[in-house]
């Protein structure tokens, strides 16, 4: 498989458990962000996304929480399945412009 | 399907040939972008093109060469000149790079070999 992961942090979950990932961004002037998903050799996957304005969103399964006092960005996976064993790693964008900051990640490791 | 190919998905060089990557896309996306991926660190970006025929560098340009004559292609030249070429590359596209429309959606990733 893909060596991307090595040296990342990891979480190590039991099945069936929610999971918390946490992300700390850098610019405070960033107003929006992604949360990814990159499985073994694979692309980063999109998961869910937050703009400034708003504290949390949901979606399915999955919720992100922005703090932007501490600049920390986290997301909540309900009910963790073997499935969502990866590497997730959070970006962010200043202005709508080209240029994303993207964090080195965390890998989720998911315990049957 | 839509979406964005890259291949091919492993390749191995020499050292001091150039090779290029390719990355197409059928999201009828205006921009695209090159990154590269390495053990513990965030993607960095190396080539991103607004639309067809202009391109710009990104954090890491140097040893790459990109080009933009159609909407749905973007390959990626590693020259001899990159210092450190072994990594996994990836293209991404979206919408656009103002405006609101900011999610960029990835390829499949070329993991590249440089011996």
């Known amino acids: 498989g893909e060596s991307v992961g090595l040296h990342l942090p990891t979480l190590s979950v039991q099945e069936g458990d929610n999971s918390i990932i946490n992300c700390a961004y850098s610019?405070?002037?960033?107003?929006?962000f992604i949360w990814y998903k990159q499985e073994s050799g694979k692309g980063p996957q999109f998961i869910i996304d937050?703009?400034?304005?708003?504290d949390k969103r949901q979606g399915q399964r999955v919720t992100v929480l922005l703090n932007k006092t501490v600049k920390h960005l986290s997301l909540q996976i309900a009910a963790t399945q073997p499935g969502d064993s990866a590497v997730y790693f959070c970006?962010?964008?200043?202005?709508?412009?080209?240029?994303?900051?993207f964090g080195t990640g965390t890998r989720l490791k998911v315990l049957a | 399907d839509g979406g964005i190919t890259q291949s091919p998905k492993y390749l191995f060089r020499k050292e001091g040939q150039n090779v290029t990557l390719s990355c197409e896309q059928n999201l009828n996306h205006d921009a695209m972008y090159w990154y590269r991926q390495d053990p513990g660190q965030g993607l960095r970006l190396i080539y991103y093109?607004?639309?067809?025929?202009?391109?710009q560098k990104g954090d890491i340009a140097e040893g790459y060469s990109v080009s933009r004559e159609k909407k749905e292609s973007f390959p990626l030249t590693v020259t001899s000149a990159q210092k450190n070429p072994t990594a996994f590359y990836l293209c991404?596209?979206?919408?656009?790079?103002?405006?609101?429309?900011?999610?960029?959606?990835f390829g499949p990733g070329t993991r590249l070999t440089v011996t």
């Open positions: 937050i703009r400034s304005n708003m």
């Open positions: 610019n405070s002037a960033s107003d929006y």
């Open positions: 991404a596209s979206s919408i656009g790079v103002s405006g609101g429309d900011y999610e960029q959606y």
């Open positions: 093109s607004q639309i067809v025929n202009d391109f």
């Open positions: 970006a962010e964008n200043y202005g709508g412009t080209y240029k994303y900051i």
